[in-house]
């Protein structure tokens, strides 16, 4: 009896327009793994405004922390991070900032969240069934406030997006969503999502962990201003925060 050979040795992940036997489209989910294999990035709704806390994973001691930017303003009220490859997900931002900025100039009002969503992950779809292209090898988080309405949502690889109340990609997915489906509550304050958020990064990263290399933004509901955490506050919340014992899967 002949075993069935892998789908990789048969050339179904040799283009990203074929599809294997079964249905899958084996390049997107490369894509996917190599998210999963990115620094961690944390998005969080808050009663108060929406929270982005994010990994920079500093991986040489000569490196200037503050040079490598994983958390980008994209409009007054919009705010991203990503996990995978980040100069898919440069791309991806400075095409939503276009997209924001000509929003504004043509209709005078600042660009819905979702409609910047779409943006990204139209163009995200359209890498996963056109030849000679590649999926972007990367997944972004996008926060903002809609309406006074503190808004995340999340796109994967494959185009999909979802709103979320709270959502995490990269290194330590599964661990940290498991902490955040126990202590997340939709009444949490910003401040209370940060020391939450710290809480579950330094759980996970343990002994890796760093100041350096954590990047914070909030936007509150009652100001609509994209503004970064300075390295005093965010040392001072992770002195407040629960740091919980996590087995790795």
């Given at each position: 009896?002949?075993?069935?050979?892998?789908?990789q040795l048969?050339?179904?992940?040799?283009?990203?327009?074929?599809?294997?036997?079964?249905?899958?489209?084996?390049?997107?989910?490369?894509?996917?793994?190599?998210?999963?294999?990115?620094?961690?990035?944390?998005?969080?709704?808050?009663?108060?405004?929406?929270?982005?806390?994010?990994?920079?994973?500093?991986?040489?001691?000569?490196?200037?922390?503050?040079?490598v930017e994983?958390?980008?303003?994209?409009?007054?009220?919009?705010?991203?991070?990503?996990?995978?490859?980040?100069?898919?997900?440069?791309?991806?931002?400075?095409?939503?900032?276009?997209?924001?900025?000509?929003?504004?100039?043509?209709?005078?009002?600042?660009?819905?969240?979702?409609?910047?969503?779409?943006?990204?992950?139209?163009?995200?779809?359209?890498?996963?069934?056109?030849?000679?292209?590649?999926?972007?090898?990367?997944?972004?988080?996008?926060?903002?406030?809609?309406?006074?309405?503190?808004?995340?949502?999340?796109?994967?690889?494959?185009?999909?997006?979802?709103?979320?109340?709270?959502?995490?990609?990269?290194?330590?997915?599964?661990?940290?969503?498991?902490?955040?489906?126990?202590?997340?509550?939709?009444?949490?304050?910003?401040?209370?999502?940060?020391?939450?958020?710290?809480?579950?990064?330094?759980?996970?990263?343990?002994?890796?962990?760093?100041?350096?290399?954590?990047?914070?933004?909030?936007?509150?509901?009652?100001?609509?201003?994209?503004?970064?955490?300075?390295?005093?506050?965010?040392?001072?919340?992770?002195?407040?925060?629960?740091?919980?014992?996590?087995?790795?899967?």
């Amino acid at each position: 009896m002949v075993e069935p050979m892998p789908h990789q040795l048969m050339g179904y992940d040799r283009a990203i327009t074929m599809f294997s036997p079964d249905g899958r489209l084996l390049q997107v989910e490369y894509a996917k793994k190599t998210v999963r294999q990115g620094s961690t990035a944390i998005g969080m709704v808050c009663s108060d405004g929406v929270l982005l806390v994010t990994d920079k994973r500093i991986v040489d001691n000569l490196m200037v922390p503050e040079s490598v930017e994983k958390i980008w303003q994209i409009d007054d009220h919009i705010g991203a991070t990503a996990s995978g490859i980040l100069s898919d997900a440069r791309v991806l931002i400075e095409r939503a900032q276009l997209k924001a900025q000509q929003h504004r100039v043509t209709y005078d009002t600042p660009v819905d969240v979702i409609t910047i969503v779409k943006d990204i992950a139209n163009l995200k779809q359209i890498c996963t069934q056109s030849g000679g292209l590649r999926p972007f090898g990367v997944s972004v988080l996008v926060a903002g406030i809609d309406a006074d309405r503190p808004t995340l949502y999340e796109t994967d690889p494959t185009g999909i997006f979802f709103e979320y109340k709270a959502s995490v990609i990269g290194e330590g997915e599964v661990e940290i969503e498991e902490i955040l489906q126990k202590d997340y509550k939709p009444e949490i304050k910003v401040e209370d999502g940060l020391k939450l958020c710290l809480g579950a990064l330094k759980s996970v990263l343990g002994d890796n962990f760093s100041i350096e290399r954590i990047d914070a933004a909030y936007i509150k509901k009652d100001e609509k201003k994209f503004k970064k955490f300075s390295k005093e506050t965010i040392d001072r919340n992770l002195g407040q925060a629960k740091v919980k014992k996590v087995k790795k899967k």
